[in-house]
């Protein structure tokens, strides 16, 4: 399969706690994007690489979350000290490059108790 | 600053009856739209794109969309249902003046097929 992929598919953690997501976009695709998508709401923007440039972030993305694409292939996201508001499907999708189709992945379940 | 709003959130039809789905857009540049579908567990999937090319955007299995300025509409059309049709559908847009390109997504219609 040789589309995006994110890992892991569901995590469950405890408040407090920090968790990762991974995303391994399509090859030579040069743009990234991460979203968010609440219980029965569309997919909100949260930031987007260029290769492993970040080159905006949302104000939704707040201090403890951080992203990163340190060789412009794949990116983590990381959220520290993960509060219940958090729960949520994180998305990934990436583009050959601008203003190209975005093509997403499975998601991210994450539930934080 | 773009929107789109889509005017339903759950559409009901029977099996090869004909299916609308409806979106409007607010965009200060001319905008691309797109409809996504998201079916249970998988990932959201691009089933039509507009950029000002023809109006009419002929998708994936049988669905087509109409960009109308006038209205700022683009529903979702496809003349007979099938029960796989039924996901959540989400109407996107993106501008051209916005470098970013990031995609604002519509909250959703759930479409149920019934038999």
């Known amino acids: 399969d040789t589309g995006v992929s994110q890992n892991p598919r569901h995590k469950i953690t405890k408040r407090g706690q920090n968790v990762t997501f991974r995303c391994d976009p399509i090859s030579e695709h040069n743009r990234l994007y991460w979203y968010r998508q609440t219980l029965g709401q569309g997919p909100e923007f949260l930031t987007y690489f260029q290769n492993e440039a970040q080159l905006e972030k949302s104000r939704l993305l707040s201090d403890r979350f951080s992203a990163e694409r340190p060789k412009g292939s794949f990116s983590t996201l990381e959220i520290q000290r993960t509060e219940q508001g958090d729960s949520a499907m994180y998305l990934c999708?990436?583009?050959?490059?601008?203003?190209?189709?975005?093509?997403f992945g499975p998601g991210t379940r994450l539930l934080v108790l | 600053a773009q929107s789109v709003t889509q005017l339903d959130s759950h559409v009901s039809v029977s099996e090869g009856t004909p299916v609308l789905l409806r979106c409007n857009y607010s965009s200060s540049y001319s905008p691309s739209l797109f409809w996504y579908v998201q079916h249970p567990n998988k990932g959201l999937q691009l089933l039509l794109k507009?950029?000002?090319?023809?109006?009419l955007v002929k998708g994936i299995n049988g669905f087509e969309a109409e960009f109308k300025k006038s209205e700022t509409s683009f529903h979702l059309t496809k003349p007979s249902a099938h029960m796989s049709d039924a996901a959540e559908y989400f109407c996107v847009v993106t501008t051209w003046g916005d470098s970013s390109y990031k995609l604002i997504f519509g909250s959703g219609t759930r479409l149920l097929v019934r038999p």
């Open positions: 507009y950029t000002s090319a023809a109006t």
């Open positions: 999708a990436s583009s050959l490059d601008a203003g190209e189709t975005q093509y």
